[in-house]
């Protein structure tokens, strides 16, 4: 699979309304609401869009982030650090296994664990 595009992350303070606001706006089907009522995908047919609400205001710097999805997560995270991408953290669980990192210009971005064809 290599690594692609999965998901545009947006922090919002209020799920309902940016849920209908971005599932009507590009014709994204709403996936069911987890991790305590704080985040949810926005299924599309290419690619993406999560909402996850806020633990504090958000800055115009962490309003978005991407989620890359590959099913070769050590070694795409290896291959981005070697083009200048800084670890931050690896937050690993059952239900959801992606590795921090930071762009060159401090823009972080998730490396995620998905097998191929999710």
């Known amino acids: 699979m290599g690594i692609r ?9 209020d799920l309902d309304v940016m849920t209908k606001f971005w599932a009507t706006a590009l014709h994204l089907t709403p996936g069911p609401v987890v991790d305590e009522g704080r985040f ?14 806020a633990q504090s205001p958000v800055g115009a710097r962490d309003q ?3 989620d890359l999805y590959t ?5 795409e995270v290896q291959r981005l650090l070697a083009l200048g991408a800084s670890y931050v953290r690896h937050d690993h669980d059952p ?3 992606y590795v921090v990192l930071t762009d060159p210009e401090g823009n972080e971005f998730c490396v995620c664990a998905v097998a191929e064809g999710e």
């Open 40 to 53: 949810r995908v926005l299924r599309g047919r290419r690619v993406n869009v999560s909402l996850q609400v």
């Open 95 to 97: 239900s959801d296994d």
């Open 5 to 13: 595009l999965g998901s545009v992350v947006i922090n919002c303070a």
């Open 64 to 66: 978005m982030h991407f």
């Open 71 to 75: 099913d070769d997560q050590a070694g």
